[in-house]
C-alpha cells in the first residue's frame, strides 16, 4: 500500500473514481478554469464573485465570440472520455485550461481587445468624466 490508499485520501480516491466522481470531477475543473480565466482576464479576483451569476450568460458570450465554439464540444468529448474509458484522474486538468483559455480570450476580447471595447475607450477619452456633484455646483 501506498500513501494514497490509506484513509484520508482512499475514500476520495475512490469516490472520484466512480460515474458520478468522475463527471463531477469534470464539472468541478471547468469551473475552476472559468474562474481563472475570469481572474487572469482581469487582473483581479472581485469580477469572480460577479461573474458567478452570470456564468451561463459568458458562456454563450464565448461560443459567439471566443473559441467557445471549439472548447464546449472538446470539453464534452473529453468528458465522455473521461468517464468511459476510466482516464487518470489527474487529466482532468485539460479542461481546467481548456476553459480558462476560454474565458481569458472571451473576455479580454469583450472587455479589451474588441471594436465595442476601443469605441468606449475613445469616448472616454473625448469625453470629460464629471461626477454629479461637479455639475451641480455649477
Avoid at 469534470?26 to 474562474?35: D, E, H, L, P, Q
Avoid at 464546449?72 to 476510466?86: M, Q, S, T
Avoid at 479580454?108 to 456633484?133: H, N, Y
Wanted: proline share 5%; charged share 15%; aromatic share 16%.
Amino acid at each position: 500500500m501506498n500513501r494514497f490508499d490509506d484513509y484520508p485520501y482512499g475514500p476520495v480516491l475512490s469516490a472520484l473514481n466512480t460515474l458520478l466522481g468522475r463527471a463531477f470531477l469534470v464539472i468541478a475543473a471547468s469551473g475552476v478554469g472559468f474562474m481563472l480565466g475570469i481572474v487572469t482576464a482581469f487582473r483581479s479576483f472581485k469580477p469572480v464573485w460577479l461573474a458567478l451569476d452570470e456564468m451561463i450568460l459568458l458562456g454563450i458570450f464565448s461560443i459567439f465570440y471566443g473559441i467557445g465554439l471549439w472548447v464546449f464540444p472538446l470539453i464534452f468529448l473529453f468528458a465522455l472520455g473521461f468517464v468511459l474509458r476510466e482516464w487518470r484522474l489527474r487529466y482532468a486538468l485539460l479542461c481546467t485550461v481548456l476553459m480558462w483559455v476560454n474565458m481569458h480570450r472571451t473576455i479580454r476580447w469583450t472587455e479589451f481587445d474588441g471594436p465595442m471595447a476601443q469605441t468606449k475607450k475613445v469616448i472616454q477619452e473625448v469625453l470629460p468624466v464629471t461626477s454629479p456633484q461637479e455639475t451641480a455646483h455649477k
